[in-house]
Nanobody
Framework: QVQLVESGGGSVQAGGSLKLSCVVSGYTYSIYSMKCMGWFRQLPGKEREGVAAVDAVGSTLYADSVKGRFTISKENVKNTLSLEMNSLKPEDTAMYYC????????????????????WGQGTQVTVSS
């Protein structure tokens, strides 16, 4: 059974940086073979929104709100999906979740929650002004 575990969240001041990690276990092959992997964030009472995604060949997609500040990447040796977040803003405060799908490519637009079959439990990011 594929499992995703996030880490790296925390509290930071505006303008600071954090790097989130999502370790994948229970998957026989390299995470590079996963059709689509992504990061979402969610505030209490709000819908989960897509932040970034990366497909099997390394093509990336980003929400407009994070373009130029966030970078999604895969680290094969560690079987890890990362999200490097720079120039953080208070509005980036949320619970961040990683997600993966083994069969469906990311496509040309940022995938939604229904496009992923596996989810982590989340890691909290808090940005103070």
């Amino acid at each position: 059974q594929v499992q995703l575990v996030e880490s790296g969240g925390g509290s930071v001041q505006a303008g600071g940086s954090l790097k989130l990690s999502c370790v994948v276990s229970g998957y026989t092959y390299s995470i590079y073979s996963m059709k689509c992997m992504g990061w979402f964030r969610q505030l209490p009472g709000k819908e989960r929104e897509g932040v970034a995604a990366v497909d099997a060949v390394g093509s990336t997609l980003y929400a407009d709100s994070v373009k130029g500040r966030f970078t999604i990447s895969k680290e094969n040796v560690k079987n890890t999906l990362s999200l490097e977040m720079n120039s953080l803003k208070p509005e980036d405060t949320a619970m961040y979740y990683c997600a993966a799908d083994l069969f469906s490519p990311c496509g040309t637009g940022l995938p939604g929650t229904n496009d992923y079959g596996y989810w982590g439990q989340g890691t909290q990011v808090t940005v103070s002004s």
